[in-house]
């Protein structure tokens, strides 16, 4: 008996030591600053440019919809033009994320930050401090064009002074940062110059995969880390919207079977945006999307059917769960 008492007064001590020195660790090392190339970005004052930049900020880029206090982007979504002034929370596992004013304001703006730090911001998902940002963004294969697009729109807003606090991460967060499982992620390759504005495939592939981040939601992923882990666009990500309602996304690949879209027609494909949200909660940025024009929402369909068919059956899209014992 006493050495069992002896024996577990071990194994307690040193789980005990190994818990603290990971501890350690985190509070240590999570705060860690990563390097990455500057963008050759220039913004442009000239007036095409700017209206494509506010084109794809309000509409399939829906940076407008988070970047922007809860109420505003509200307002956002029913299509006001309102300049971001950052503000939106974005509460998950790891912590807050708070999403930062886009204005040139100097002080609490982009105005102290050259167009190349905005533009690494976009192309690898990390701060202008060198903070690897959760993934969000997926711009890394914007084009250049749209890219200097963006930027040249931002710049063009009335600056608002609106101080952000900073994002916070709880010790699930920190751990995360601290073992690396968040890093910046640059471009696969060169990004494009420009991509030529058509209802094509190709155009549709850019679209849904490098500005409208459908693939983010519309794929299996861990929630944690964001990796996908399963074929893109077969739908199935799970989100807890307000309390008792999720919402599962539907499998976007032209399965005769159980895709979602296979039987519908590229008309019915363009109305359904146009008609915007449906449900109160959804996360998927509706408003945002509804102002895209038919060009790119018969490019996005045209891709989409062009993929290969995955068999992934979701049976519907939204949950209200029964509050246990309410009946
Ligand atoms: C899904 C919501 C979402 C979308 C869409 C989005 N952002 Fe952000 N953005 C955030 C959040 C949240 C942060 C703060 C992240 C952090 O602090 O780790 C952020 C941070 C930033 C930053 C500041 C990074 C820094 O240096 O601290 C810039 C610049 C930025 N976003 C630009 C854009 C642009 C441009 C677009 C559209 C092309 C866009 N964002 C779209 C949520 C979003
Ligand atoms: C932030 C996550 C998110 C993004 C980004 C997103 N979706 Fe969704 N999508 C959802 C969710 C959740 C649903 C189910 C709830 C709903 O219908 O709103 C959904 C539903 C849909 C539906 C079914 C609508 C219906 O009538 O039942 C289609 C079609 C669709 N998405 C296409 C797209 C396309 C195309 C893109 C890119 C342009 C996209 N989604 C981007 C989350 C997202």
């Known amino acids: 008996m006493k050495k069992l008492v002896k024996f577990l007064g071990w194994v307690i001590g040193i789980l005990g030591l190994v818990i603290l020195a990971f501890v350690s660790f985190v509070y240590l090392t999570w705060d860690k600053k990563y390097e990455a190339p500057y963008p050759e970005a220039m913004a442009s004052a000239d007036s095409a440019m700017i209206a494509r930049g506010k084109y794809l900020v309000f509409g399939p880029a829906h940076c407008a919809g988070c970047h922007n206090t809860t109420e505003r982007s509200a307002q956002v979504e029913l299509g006001m033009d309102l300049e971001l002034i950052g ?29 190349q730090e905005v533009a690494r911001v ?34 063009s807003q009335q600056p608002v002074k609106h101080p952000i606090p900073p994002t916070e991460y709880n ?27 058509e209802a094509s495939e190709v155009y549709g592939k850019y679209l849904a995969n490098s500005v409208a981040n459908c693939v983010g939601c519309h794929s299996p ?14 739908g199935g990500l799970l989100f807890e919207e307000a309390p008792g309602e999720s919402f599962i996304t539907p499998n976007l690949t032209p399965d005769p079977e159980t895709g979602y879209i296979a039987n519908w027609t590229e008309d ?27 060009v790119d929402l018969r490019a996005l369909y045209r891709y989409l059917m062009s993929l290969d068919p995955v068999s992934n059956k979701i049976e519907k899209t939204e949950y209200m769960l029964q509050a246990a014992g309410s009946n």
């Open 268 to 294: 019915t494909f363009v109305q359904r945006f146009k008609t915007g949200r449906i449900y109160e909660h959804s996360p998927m940025p509706w408003g945002s999307f509804s102002r895209m024009d038919e």
């Open 122 to 155: 976009m192309r690898y998902s990390i701060g202008h401090d060198g903070r690897p940002i959760f993934p969000l963004m997926p711009f890394q294969n914007m084009s250049d064009e749209d890219v200097n697009a963006v930027i040249s729109y931002l710049r």
């Open 171 to 197: 010790f699930m967060g920190k751990a995360i940062l601290a073992l690396g499982l968040i890093k910046p992620e640059g471009p696969d390759g060169t990004p494009p110059k420009r991509v030529k504005v």
């Open 87 to 115: 503000g939106a929370e974005f509460v998950f596992g790891p912590g807050i994320l708070r999403s930062r004013n886009l204005t040139p304001d100097k002080e609490t703006g982009i105005g102290n930050l050259t167009d």
């Open 221 to 234: 992923r861990d929630l944690m880390s964001g990796e996908f882990i399963g074929p893109k666009f077969s």
